[in-house]
């Protein structure tokens, strides 16, 4: 499935994320995961944070989330709680973002983020044998394995998103649903 929001035949909505100044597109996968492309200029000055923590994988262009810059191909782990104090796409982004429950930001006046979050560049990470879990939900792979269903998968290095129960030659980055 092509990624491009633009061309996807996904059902694609304008959303103002909380905190932000321009509304970014916005396709559905699930109830908790999306696509997300990020306008050029986007911003989020405001300080909060999410009541679920949210996985994401830059697919194109580069994102800043509270001073850390996040370039295609890099997975970000953020836990339920962590402030975040800023946060922009200058250029422009489209991620793949998954909330492991339900996404719902609460604004702060703190000026620090207050919790650990996890950057990881998936072409070079390595991966031990039978995959690397990069949060509860989803493993990073170099063999493919049988799947019980279907799961959302971004394949190293084309950053292409699609749900498949069959898992593509070469590392793989796979996201199952909550058990």
Do not use: C, K
Not at 82 to 99: N, V
Not at 145 to 157: D, F, H
């Amino acid at each position: 499935m092509l990624i491009d929001l633009l061309d996807a035949e996904l059902p694609t909505r304008d959303f103002l994320i909380p905190g932000s100044n321009l509304p970014v597109r916005q396709a559905r996968l699930d109830g908790m995961s999306s696509l997300v492309r990020f306008p050029p200029g986007w911003a989020r000055p405001r300080r909060g944070h999410y009541l679920a923590g949210e996985e994401f994988v830059l697919l194109e262009g580069e994102l800043s989330v509270s001073g850390i810059t996040y370039a295609a191909g890099q997975h970000g782990w953020l836990p339920a709680g962590t402030l975040r104090h800023s946060g922009a796409a200058p250029g422009g982004a489209l991620a793949f973002t998954a909330f492991a429950g339900e996404d719902t930001w609460v604004p702060s006046d703190l000026d620090e983020p207050d919790g650990p979050s996890l950057r990881t560049p998936l072409e070079s990470v390595v991966i031990p044998e039978g995959g690397l879990r990069l949060t509860p939900h989803s493993v990073l792979l170099d063999t493919p394995v049988a799947l019980g269903g279907p799961a959302e998968m971004i394949t190293v290095p084309t950053w292409t998103w699609e749900r498949s129960a069959l898992i593509p030659e070469g590392r793989v980055l796979v996201r199952r649903a909550p058990l």
